[in-house]
């Protein structure tokens, strides 16, 4: 057996403090809870100097708080470290892609997803997030969410509101895709304005 290199040894070393259990979900939790009420000001502003601030100490308080409260929480604290590792493997799966897709172009063209593309992808991202999410929460028969709704699924395919449920699911997404606005649609209908506000 490989002799544990001495970084490895280090990791292994802040995993057994509670540095990834503990200090790293108490800062981002801490983070974003305290960016979110610097952007949305629900605790108040105070008036200095004839300009609104936000209530930094305030802020602050709460969302130390809240970080509190989450990691005192083991179950939540394995849910979050869970999820932000997949959810990180997803989104390096898109930068391959664009990757991959960028070979195909100039060095002066941009590698973007436009119309039609970039909204099947942030679906694509959407629904990868829910099932990250759903895996990563446990019932108390240590099942996950996902696992449940899977084996319910399978075990109730034959009944008759399954099939039936299917089935508007795919009748809503092909109405939706019908009656919503086509690429390039938009991009259209702003030269035919040009046009006429030119006569």
């Given at each position: 057996m490989?002799?544990?290199?001495?970084?490895?040894?280090?990791?292994?070393?802040?995993?057994?403090?509670?540095?990834?259990?503990?200090?790293?979900?108490?800062?981002?939790?801490?983070?974003?809870?305290?960016?979110?009420?610097?952007k949305?000001?629900?605790?108040?502003?105070e008036?200095?100097?004839?300009?609104?601030?936000?209530?930094?100490?305030?802020?602050?308080?709460?969302?130390?708080?809240?970080?509190?409260?989450?990691?005192?929480?083991?179950?939540?604290?394995?849910?979050?470290?869970?999820?932000?590792?997949?959810?990180?493997?997803?989104?390096?799966?898109?930068?391959?892609?664009?990757?991959?897709?960028?070979?195909?172009?100039?060095?002066?063209?941009?590698?973007?997803?436009?119309?039609?593309?970039?909204?099947?992808?942030?679906?694509?991202?959407?629904?990868?997030?829910?099932?990250?999410?759903?895996?990563?929460?446990?019932?108390?028969?240590?099942?996950?969410?996902?696992?449940?709704?899977?084996?319910?699924?399978?075990?109730?395919?034959?009944?008759?509101?399954?099939?039936?449920?299917?089935?508007?699911?795919?009748?809503?997404?092909?109405?939706?895709?019908?009656?919503?606005?086509?690429?390039?649609?938009?991009?259209?209908?702003?030269?035919?304005?040009?046009?006429?506000?030119?006569?």
């Amino acid at each position: 057996m490989a002799e544990e290199s001495t970084f490895r040894g280090a990791i292994s070393f802040l995993e057994k403090i509670g540095v990834y259990d503990v200090v790293l979900p108490f800062i981002l939790i801490f983070t974003i809870v305290f960016a979110i009420f610097e952007k949305t000001k629900v605790l108040g502003v105070e008036k200095i100097g004839g300009h609104e601030y936000s209530r930094k100490d305030l802020n602050a308080t709460v969302a130390f708080v809240i970080a509190f409260l989450v990691v005192a929480s083991s179950k939540l604290v394995t849910i979050i470290n869970e999820s932000l590792g997949k959810i990180v493997l997803l989104l390096l799966i898109s930068i391959c892609f664009l990757l991959l897709i960028g070979s195909f172009y100039r060095y002066d063209e941009k590698v973007f997803l436009e119309g039609w593309w970039r909204k099947a992808f942030m679906a694509f991202m959407f629904i990868g997030v829910i099932l990250i999410f759903s895996d990563a929460v446990k019932t108390d028969s240590g099942e996950s969410w996902l696992e449940s709704f899977w084996n319910f699924l399978v075990n109730n395919w034959q009944a008759g509101w399954t099939a039936s449920l299917i089935l508007v699911i795919f009748i809503a997404i092909f109405i939706g895709y019908i009656v919503g606005p086509k690429p390039g649609g938009e991009h259209k209908e702003k030269k035919e304005g040009n046009g006429d506000h030119g006569h």
